[in-house]
């Protein structure tokens, strides 16, 4: 049984992505958006930051996170539980590797089609 208390890494953790093979560090109590803002590139969302927009979507591939409250107008709760979620609510409890996915796979990874 998970625990209800929050998990929080008491080091850094490495995040990779898939689409472009690059990595970055969250610190401990970081969102995973945190940590994939100082990749330094243009168009990361860093705005709304508290799950409303729905920009910062990613597939959690491996690893271990929890998650806060996100709208489900951008993540529906079946969605959840394959791993989808909003960067800005995840914070990763270890070492992930995540799929950039929405809006944000287009504008700011150029991700391949998915078919």
């Not at 409303?52 to 996100?70: F, L, Q, T």
């Not at 709208?71 to 270890?94: F, M, Q, T, Y």
């Amino acid at each position: 049984m998970e625990s209800s208390k929050p998990l929080a890494p008491t080091r850094a953790v490495a995040v990779s992505l898939v689409e472009t093979g690059e990595s970055f560090q969250c610190l401990a109590g970081e969102t995973l958006l945190q940590g994939m803002a100082r990749l330094g590139r243009k168009g990361i969302p860093v705005g709304c930051l508290n799950g409303g927009c729905g920009i910062c979507k990613v597939h959690i591939v491996s690893g271990e996170y929890e998650c806060g409250a996100m709208s489900r107008a951008h993540v529906a709760e079946e969605d959840i539980c394959h791993g989808v979620v909003l960067a800005c609510r995840a914070r990763p409890r270890s070492d992930v590797q995540l799929k950039v996915v929405g809006k944000m796979c287009g504008s700011v990874f150029r991700c391949a089609k998915q078919a």
